[in-house]
C-alpha cells in the first residue's frame, strides 16, 4: 500500500501540487496545463465561469478522475497511477465535501458519519464512534441529531452534517465542492464561517471550488482563476480584488458573459 510521507510538513510548506496537468472528455478539453500548488494550513479556492472545470482538480485529487498527462503529487508522493488501494491512505488524509453532500438516505446521522470510521478502523469501539460523532456534530453546531435521517433535516443541516462526517476521520485537507450552492444567505454566512473555523480548530488545509465570490474573498487565504483551460492568475486575496488581468477583472465585475459561457 502507498505509504504518504508522514506530517513532518510545518504551516506554509508545499503539501500538494499539479504540474502540467491535462485532462479530456472526448472532445471537451478541460485542462491544457494546470498548475498549483498548496501549502499547508491555508485556504485555496478556485474560482471561474461554469463548465471550466473546477471540480474536476478535486476529483482528481481523491482519484475519481484521472489526468490525461501531467502529474500531481499529495505529501510527498505521487498519485497517478496508483492503484485503488493505494488510493485508502490518500482518501484517509484528503476528505472531499460533495456539492450533493452524498449522505446515505436509508441511514440516520450516526451511521452516515460512523461509516468512513468504520472504513478506516474496522475494529474501532462503538465508544468511540459515539465519541467522535457527537464531537463532530458539536464542531459543525449540530449536537444531539445522531438519530436523525437525512430526510428529517433542512438543506443547510444536510450540509452541514456532510461537513462533519468528512472531517470525523481527522483528515489533513478538506475539499470543499462549491459548499454554499443551493444555501440561502443565512446559511452560506454559516458554511462559510465553518469553512474558517475548520482551519482554525482542526488546523487542516482547504481547497475550496466555488463560484460565490464573497465565500472566497471570506475564506480565502489565495484565490485560483481558471480561463481558457489553465489557471491564468494565483495570488492573495487582496491582490486579486486589485487586479488589472481583464478576465477576472470581467468575473468579479459581473461581465463575463460571453467569456465564461454563464
Given at each position: 500500500?502507498?505509504?504518504?510521507?508522514?506530517?513532518?510538513?510545518?504551516?506554509?510548506?508545499?503539501?500538494?501540487?499539479?504540474?502540467?496537468?491535462?485532462?479530456?472528455?472526448?472532445?471537451?478539453?478541460?485542462?491544457?496545463?494546470?498548475?498549483?500548488?498548496v501549502r499547508?494550513?491555508?485556504?485555496?479556492?478556485?474560482?471561474?465561469?461554469?463548465?471550466?472545470?473546477?471540480?474536476?482538480?478535486?476529483?482528481?485529487?481523491?482519484?475519481?478522475?484521472?489526468?490525461?498527462?501531467?502529474?500531481?503529487?499529495?505529501f510527498g508522493?505521487?498519485?497517478i497511477g496508483?492503484?485503488?488501494?493505494?488510493?485508502?491512505?490518500?482518501?484517509?488524509?484528503?476528505?472531499?465535501?460533495?456539492?450533493?453532500?452524498?449522505?446515505?438516505?436509508?441511514?440516520?446521522?450516526?451511521?452516515?458519519?460512523?461509516?468512513?470510521?468504520?472504513?478506516?478502523?474496522?475494529?474501532?469501539?462503538?465508544?468511540?464512534?459515539?465519541?467522535?460523532?457527537?464531537?463532530?456534530?458539536?464542531?459543525?453546531?449540530?449536537?444531539?441529531?445522531?438519530?436523525?435521517?437525512?430526510?428529517?433535516?433542512?438543506?443547510?443541516?444536510?450540509?452541514?452534517?456532510?461537513?462533519?462526517?468528512?472531517?470525523?476521520?481527522?483528515?489533513?485537507?478538506?475539499?470543499?465542492?462549491?459548499?454554499?450552492?443551493?444555501?440561502?444567505?443565512?446559511?452560506?454566512?454559516?458554511?462559510?464561517?465553518?469553512?474558517?473555523?475548520?482551519?482554525?480548530?482542526?488546523?487542516?488545509?482547504?481547497?475550496?471550488?466555488?463560484?460565490?465570490?464573497?465565500?472566497?474573498?471570506?475564506?480565502?487565504?489565495?484565490?485560483?482563476?481558471?480561463?481558457?483551460?489553465?489557471?491564468?492568475?494565483?495570488?492573495?486575496?487582496?491582490?486579486?480584488?486589485?487586479?488589472?488581468?481583464?478576465?477576472?477583472?470581467?468575473?468579479?465585475?459581473?461581465?463575463?458573459?460571453?467569456?465564461?459561457?454563464?
Amino acid at each position: 500500500m502507498l505509504e504518504l510521507e508522514p506530517d513532518k510538513y510545518k504551516k506554509g510548506d508545499v503539501i500538494i501540487t499539479y504540474t502540467d496537468v491535462w485532462k479530456r472528455f472526448d472532445d471537451l478539453s478541460v485542462y491544457e496545463g494546470l498548475n498549483l500548488e498548496v501549502r499547508k494550513g491555508e485556504t485555496v479556492s478556485i474560482m471561474g465561469g461554469s463548465g471550466t472545470g473546477k471540480t474536476v482538480a478535486l476529483k482528481m485529487l481523491v482519484g475519481l478522475l484521472t489526468p490525461d498527462k501531467g502529474a500531481i503529487t499529495v505529501f510527498g508522493k505521487s498519485v497517478i497511477g496508483i492503484s485503488e488501494k493505494d488510493w485508502v491512505p490518500v482518501r484517509q488524509r484528503v476528505s472531499l465535501l460533495f456539492q450533493s453532500n452524498a449522505l446515505f438516505d436509508s441511514l440516520d446521522v450516526r451511521e452516515n458519519l460512523a461509516y468512513p470510521l468504520r472504513i478506516k478502523d474496522p475494529n474501532i469501539a462503538e465508544s468511540e464512534i459515539d465519541r467522535l460523532v457527537e464531537e463532530k456534530l458539536g464542531l459543525v453546531g449540530l449536537p444531539g441529531i445522531q438519530h436523525k435521517k437525512p430526510s428529517d433535516l433542512s438543506g443547510g443541516m444536510q450540509k452541514r452534517v456532510g461537513l462533519a462526517r468528512a472531517i470525523v476521520t481527522e483528515p489533513d485537507v478538506i475539499l470543499w465542492d462549491e459548499p454554499t450552492t443551493g444555501l440561502d444567505p443565512i446559511n452560506t454566512r454559516r458554511i462559510g464561517s465553518l469553512i474558517m473555523r475548520m482551519n482554525e480548530v482542526l488546523g487542516c488545509t482547504s481547497i475550496v471550488v466555488t463560484h460565490d465570490i464573497g465565500t472566497a474573498f471570506e475564506v480565502s487565504d489565495r484565490i485560483a482563476f481558471l480561463f481558457n483551460k489553465k489557471l491564468i492568475l494565483t495570488d492573495t486575496t487582496e491582490n486579486i480584488k486589485k487586479t488589472d488581468v481583464p478576465e477576472v477583472r470581467n468575473f468579479l465585475d459581473g461581465r463575463f458573459q460571453g467569456l465564461y459561457g454563464e
